[in-house]
Each structure stands twice: as C-alpha cells, then as structure tokens.
C-alpha cells in the first residue's frame, strides 16, 4: 500500500475542490471577458477544468445583453 500511496500522490496534485475552484476561476474570467490565454494552471487537470469554465462563460457573456453594466 505504500507504493500506491506514493504513486497518488504524484498523480493527485488536484481534488475535487480544486477542480471546483479552477472551474468557477475560468468562468469569471470568461464572463467577463478575459483571453484564454491568461490561463494560470500548470497540471492538465486544472488547465481542462479552468479552460471549461471559461468557454461556459464566454457562452454566457454572449447570451446576456451589456446593460447590466453600471
């Protein structure tokens, strides 16, 4: 167990709340229109879930009108 507990470690440099922060990240930035390319994560997890996040919302940014902007 000591092997697979080593091996988890390196490969789990991410959690589920870490997804969720990457995700939530990339979808202020894309809601408010920020490039793709200021993409801060370093693993692929958290790059995929970021950049996610901010197509979901560069969609979103689409689909409402600006005039909610004081």
Excluded at 23 to 50: C, E, I, R
């Amino acid at each position: 167990m000591g092997d697979t507990n080593h091996l988890a470690e390196e490969e789990q440099q991410w959690s589920l709340e870490s997804l969720n922060k990457a995700y939530q990240k990339g979808y202020m930035a894309g809601l408010t229109s920020h490039s793709l390319n200021q993409q801060p994560y370093t693993a692929d997890v958290l790059q995929a879930a970021w950049e996610a996040g901010w197509s979901d919302g560069q969609e979103q940014a689409l689909l409402q009108p600006q005039s909610r902007s004081a």
